[in-house]
């Protein structure tokens, strides 16, 4: 009869198990957005609905530049706050779908003190006295145990987590290692079994390639918006861009500014020089504006010499300072033969326009950022213009 009643229980965490997978396998076939992709993961591995952990972080590989990056921790700062949070999912009867909805209205719960560690860790990939790395370097999952955890006590990770114990557990897409993800319970202490950590493995299996297909619906999206000539965001990508950030601004009752950008007397330097020497400057000011520009900004390639910027969260002052800067940078670089233009050097006007001060909708918006960067040109070029007289 024991045997039995130990069989049935066996059975009954399998099909447990495979209920958990099935649903944390159906979150993820819902969107290939990278931040949507990677809080869908910790969230399986921390829900109630879930793995159940106390805590999770995930990391990403950077190949390019030899990092391994924090992108994601999903966890309570305090375990009074873990107290309220389990309760509360647990009075509204949250699911997974409900706890991925969530995120999807709003974004608040990453705001932690534990994320913003997490986001704020870089080690190095080929670094093997880290934890991190070795996990990606070797390919294995690692379980922390009291008695083992104190030979790594100087690891940047275990700063982070002050745990007593962790499951440390790499992403696989096919035949290589692009993330790591790591969980412990902290507030609960409970241990982790050998049944945890087997179906925490099967889940990174699963996160691993749902990882990587957000990683090709990325850069397919950037091929099919980019410019050619310039690799900034093309035209059309520009108006998708600047709705969304509207959208974002009346939801969070931002300021949002946009920068329309064209440079002064083109037309003479195309005719006589050709347009091969036109659209290298005209990729040489696309590096100038992507690389002076705010990492939360927008630079899109208009039309011909003209280009546009959003600026999210950016009032008319702020804009102003970043106008400024790009219209002084531009005019002191030194282009190739630009002693031909009427000045001795290639210069650009610019149009400011505040939401929602200046317009309340994208037309307006570009219509009156267009016409201040025509004032600025009638004033005599090589201006800045955020005002209409």
């Known amino acids: 009869m024991e045997e039995i009643a130990e069989l049935r229980e066996k059975l009954n965490r399998a099909r447990t198990e495979l209920n958990i997978l099935y649903e944390i396998s159906n979150a ?14 910790l969230t399986s591995v921390t829900a109630h609905a879930g793995l159940g952990f106390n805590r999770a972080m995930l990391f990403l590989v950077n190949e390019k530049d030899g990092l391994i990056e924090g992108k994601m921790g999903i966890g ?35 705001e932690s003190q534990f994320n913003q560690q997490v986001r704020n860790l870089k080690l190095p990939l080929n670094d093997k006295d880290n934890l991190l790395s070795l996990a990606v370097l070797e390919g294995m999952p690692f379980h922390l145990t009291p008695q083992t955890i104190g030979n790594y006590r100087l690891d940047p990770l275990l700063k982070i987590l002050n745990t007593q114990e962790a499951a440390i557990v790499p992403l696989r897409a096919k035949d290589k290692v692009n993330g790591v993800v790591i969980a412990d319970n902290i507030f609960t202490k409970r241990p982790i079994s050998q049944d945890d950590l087997r179906i925490f493995i099967m889940l990174a299996n699963q996160a691993g390639l749902a990882i990587e297909n957000s990683h090709l619906y990325e850069q397919a999206i950037i091929r099919s918006n980019s410019d050619s000539l310039t690799g900034l965001w093309n035209h059309g990508y520009f108006h998708h861009l600047l709705h969304t950030e509207i959208e974002k601004s009346k939801i969070n009752k931002d300021k949002l500014s946009l920068i329309m950008l064209d440079m002064d007397n083109f037309k003479i330097y195309n005719d006589q020089l050709g347009h091969q020497a036109g659209d290298k400057v005209l990729k040489e000011l696309a590096n100038l504006l992507s690389g002076y520009s705010r990492k939360m900004d927008w630079v899109a390639r208009y039309g011909g010499e003209e280009f546009a910027i959003i600026l999210p969260q950016a009032n008319k002052k702020e804009a102003l300072v970043l106008g400024e800067r790009l219209r002084q940078t531009i005019a002191t670089h030194p282009f190739a033969q630009e002693e031909i233009m009427p000045n001795k050097k290639l210069t650009a006007s610019l149009g400011i326009v505040t939401f929602p001060d200046d317009a309340q909708t994208m037309s307006e918006l570009i219509t009156t950022a267009d016409k201040r960067m025509y004032i600025a040109k009638a004033k005599g070029k090589n201006a800045v213009c955020a005002e209409e007289y």
């Open 28 to 41: 993820m076939r819902t969107t290939l957005k990278l931040d949507e992709v990677l809080y869908i993961i």
């Open 76 to 110: 309570p700062d305090t375990g009074e706050e873990a107290y309220h949070i389990w309760k509360r999912i647990e009075q509204q009867r949250m699911d997974l779908d409900d706890l991925v909805n969530a995120f999807k209205i709003s974004k608040s719960m990453l």
